[in-house]
């Protein structure tokens, strides 16, 4: 099974504050979609393209071994990386520029991952993460497969990004936990914390869970990421409230969780269950638009 969504962590301790810049006007980067991954062509220190996934999931930009070696990114430390499927420790290094689409972000520590370990990896170059992508502000459009970038000022919406006629919208507050973006979604009887997450395939609870109304399957499945295996159990959530959207019978896994995970996340939100997402990360707020 493919993973759903991956986080690397234990960078905090090392000095480097990734900095962003977007031309004007509004841009459109085209994207590939497959099994929910969404990969752009990026350049990385001036060279490339190389494919790298969108991962709203991931805290850090991570790099395959081959990658790294072909833009002479220098190794800086050595840290542990964890998942949902466990943690190891990688290499990390020095990336001077990314750039994507009218987009760069300088002074990014990547860590080494081997993508080709998990399925579907084969053919992607590494993974944009959160540290590259929390100051921007961006709409993932699924339907036509595509991101529009919006300035650093101003408000988003208008020209490419027009809303789509017949869609239900969504404003969500974005928390920040452990490097990540965090959605407190009221349920019926509970409160329910996500990982908004572009890498996801499916939703994903970690057990035990806020009470959802959920139907277990007995089907089982394992969970791969580049930080290991784990097994986890499939599930079908009849019920799930997304700001004013309702989601119905939408297909998860439940996995226990590991010791990497926070107490305060209950699980990972992928997003292309939405037509189009608004992340506007400078004022911490999600937009979501289903038909």
């Not at 690397?8 to 509004?26: D, E, M, R």
């Not at 395959?64 to 290094?93: F, Q």
């Amino acid at each position: 099974m493919r993973a759903p969504g991956f986080v690397v962590l234990g960078l905090v301790a090392i000095a480097s504050t990734p900095h962003a810049a977007v031309t004007l006007p509004p841009a459109v980067t085209p994207f590939e979609r497959g099994h929910g991954d969404l990969v752009l062509a990026v350049r990385l220190n001036g060279r490339g393209p190389f494919r790298l996934l969108l991962d709203t999931g991931s805290t850090h930009t991570s790099v395959s071994l081959k990658t790294a070696e072909a833009i002479d990114a220098p190794v800086v430390a050595r840290a542990p990386m964890g998942s949902a499927a466990g943690s190891r420790m990688t290499l990390v290094v020095r990336i001077d520029a990314l750039t994507v689409g009218p987009v760069t972000v300088g002074d990014l520590l990547a860590s080494v991952v081997e993508l080709a370990e998990i399925p579907d990896g084969e053919g992607i170059d590494g993974v944009i993460g959160l540290d590259a992508l929390a100051s921007l502000r961006y709409t993932i459009d699924f339907r036509q497969r595509r991101v529009v970038w919006w300035p650093a000022d101003g408000e988003v919406g208008g020209g490419e990004g027009a809303r789509v006629r017949g869609c239900e919208e969504s404003t969500l507050e974005l928390q920040s936990s452990g490097g990540r973006f965090l959605l407190a979604l009221p349920q019926r009887n509970s409160l329910l914390r996500l990982v908004p997450d572009t890498g996801a395939t499916s939703l994903l609870l970690f057990a035990p869970h806020a009470a959802l109304p959920v139907t277990r399957l007995p089907a089982l499945a394992t969970l791969t990421t580049p930080s290991g295996h784990t097994d986890v159990r499939m599930a079908t959530v009849r019920e799930l409230h997304v700001g004013t959207l309702t989601l119905r019978d939408v297909p998860a896994v439940v996995a226990d969780r590991d010791r990497s995970e926070p107490a305060e996340v209950d699980g990972l939100l992928p997003l292309h269950l939405f037509d189009r997402v608004t992340v506007d990360g400078p004022r911490k707020r999600l937009i979501v638009e289903k038909s």
